[in-house]
């Protein structure tokens, strides 16, 4: 059916301008998302973003009282950035390991927020190719 | 052994093409025996499929780590329980348990559908083997779990987080969700595709779309237990994109199993609900995909592999291919009737419908938001918790307030001053419970008083439906409380089913609520000797103690009746977190302990979380068991009705 | 080895076996059609659901009404509607 003028119709319209005016504002005031990036394309970003890289070196302190302290670098290439970070570290975390955490970069170190380390699975969970 | 798993395999692969092309050529030209032929094949490629499931299962069993999957995935001190559920802990694996589970519903759903028409039936067999094709042609050409190598002293062992029971029976009955989603949609394009517009296919399929829903549900809620007791981060869903992968289908299917019964009562919607069918199986592949593909950073995804590009291209294929035939079948699905007034059952039920799918397409939109905006700015960006929390919010709100409202507004149309009087008592209830809420302080979350307020609405609405129903029905024949309560709900499974259902999902969203609205966090490094406070309860950390057992050892911080720690597995070399939870059962909540750290001076960063009402979550998953099992039980009296229906309707002419 | 030939042998055959069967239980056909309904059949089908839908709805209006769902007024709006709609459903179902 659905002729001209029938509510289910009305319905249909208004409900999908009510959910594009709700996921408009959202956008308007929480803007996009956070940017996911490698240290090599952290120049020039100040905001608030998510890095993602391989933990480079031994990781030093304590994420619990200064810091923890590590380099990330980019997955295909050396560029790495120092990171300090503070609350939980994740099983999965070590030498190696691709992890993602979000924070800002402040004079040449990534400030990470805390309590925002992941790790992704390690590779060898993933069939050999 | 590994050559008869990859013969049985090719052999699924080739009967499951049979079925596709000869079932295609047998329904195009009405084929008879062609069409029984092709429906054979079906059925024949679950034997085969079953086959290479033993082989595979066999060979775990067995340890023989000659098969590269069951080195990659196993460890010779694997305890054998794990041993066996490595099966669906690798992608390979995973994959043949979902062409498994497809066939045994494929023959399960195709040999009980006497009453859809043979003509249907011919196009559902090659719909259905298509999907199969699919799986089989990735477990044959692609990842196949039969692959061999010189055997390795010991196996890789299983991912530690996976050593949990619950992943004994999450991935499964997850995929008993994600696969049975395919039953209604081959059913939908099956009667599409031989010109059928009556309900047959919505009543054959009617059991196996409640049950993949159902199954798809638990499944999802066995995840979250999983990781709230195992992962050890102190909550149990954090809209990952594979946790997303499942909601997605199951807020799809939820939205079709409520306007399905538009179509069913009213005859409308008919676009519609082949849309939401197609929508919802669409999803289930596209979480296969997520979780299989790794496309998506995820902690749980497997990384990159080579399966990716097969299942995007499947995913468009079915995709291009339902809507290109809807479109073509548009005239034949106009409704004869129209909807009545704004204010009546189905116009809740539209709402319902929008609110849910708006819910899943912004979760899908949030999934893929990271390729999209790589692929338009060039750098990829991440939206979060904020995001999801926020279209939860404003969408999963009013959906909660229209379950509360949908159960008193009858067919068709209602007037406002009759709605005024069913809404009087569910509003007065929900009116006080705020007051008493905000005079209890729980002002501190403005969402969990709403949340609240809508559940105590929602509840007291549906207890009034049955209270008033099982009045109704007392008053009609010389039966007590007890059997006018029993034959009400035998009288009409499905709704009073799905009332319960509704229940559940209440003390769901009661039990997010307080867990998260109204937890308790503190973070404290404890030596020994030393104690915190959390929630009025005082813990002392008395120091570490280890253990050593056959895979790993066991390092547990001691604070009396609390032992969090940590797991180091030796063949996996990796470090798992181990929580100490003590559950209050009078009051829900837990206390949530995790050894964030352990030091070497001997102290412990502890984190403790009180979490109210957590409990009710896992008390939910149970009502909506019983809720779902109530609207599945066999009817006999709706059993003769449809006999009486659809035989007498053919048969006579 | 041998034996997860043979295995693999049988499982061969007993598909082609399984899929052959229509073909070998009946090698020649007297009517090879699939039937599918003609449309005098597709009517009655539609009317007997149509049938099924309406009794249904004046079913629940009248218990929503005994529940006192459904008020005085509305119930006295609709029940001669489908009274008459599934009277009228029910003589094309049974004509």
Redesign the interface.
Known sequence: MARRGSPARLIVALSVAAVLAVFLLYTSIAGGGTPSLQPSQLQGHTGRVSLVGLVAGQATGDAHAGGLHFMLRDRHAMTSVPVVYKGSVPDLFKTGREVVVDGKLRNGTFVAVPNTLVTKCPSKYAPKK | ?P??GR??LV?AF??LV?ASVAGTF??WH????????AQ??L??AF??TA?AAAVLLAALARHDLSF?YVA??TSRELPLGYTLTAFWG???GSLLLWLLVLGGYSVAAVLTARRV???VL?WVVPVLGLVGTFFALLLVFV?SPFATQPAPADG?GL?PSLQNPYMAVHPPMLYLGYVGLTVPFAFAMGALL?R?????WIVATRRWTLAAWAFLGVGQLLGAHWAYVEIG?GGYYAWDPVENAALMPWLAATAYLHSVMIQ?????LKVWNVLLVTLAFCLSIFGTFLTRS?II??????????IGPWFLGFICFITAASLALIFLRLPLL?????????VSRE?TF??NN??LV?LAL?ILWGVV??LL?EAVTG??????K??YN??LH??GLPLLLLMGIGP????????L??LG??FLWPTAAAVVAGIALLAAGAGSSRVGVIAYTFSVFVLASIVLEFA??T??RK??GGVGWGGAFASLIARNRRRYGGYVVHAAVVLFAIGVAGSSAYQTVR?A?LHPGDSMTVARNRLVFRGFESSTQPNHRAIRANLWRYRPG?NQYFAED????EVSIRHDLLTGADLFL?A??V?SDGSV?L?ALQKPLVNLIWFAGFIFVGGSLIALWPDAREER?LAE??E???M?? | MTLALAVGAVLAIAAVAVVAAPFLREPVAADDRLLPPDAAQQLQLARAEERDRTLDALKELEFDHRTGKVSDEDYRAQVGMLRQRAAAALRDADG
């Open positions: 052994m050559d008869l013969a049985a052999t080739l009967l049979y047998a329904a009405s084929r008879r025996r062609l069409a029984q032929s054979n094949a059925i024949a034997g085969a086959v590269t990659q995935h690798g992608q390979e028409g043979r003509e011919a990842a890789a991912n031989a059928r517009t009556d309900e047959r981060w069913e009562k009213r005859g409308m790794g950073q995820s902690i749980h995804s497997f990384t990159q592999s080579s106009r409704a004869k009737t129209r909807l009545e007034s704004l116009a539209l709402y929008l609110l708006a912004t938001y990271p905006s750098e990829a960006s991440t939206v979060s904020p995001y926020f279209f404003s969408f008193l507004i009858a067919w068709r149309r209602a007037s001053r009759a009087r069913t008033r129903g009045s109704a008053a009609l973070e490094r940590k990796q470090v798992s977190n995790i964030d750290q030091n960063d984190k009705r229906r659809y007498g309707a053919t006579r002419a």
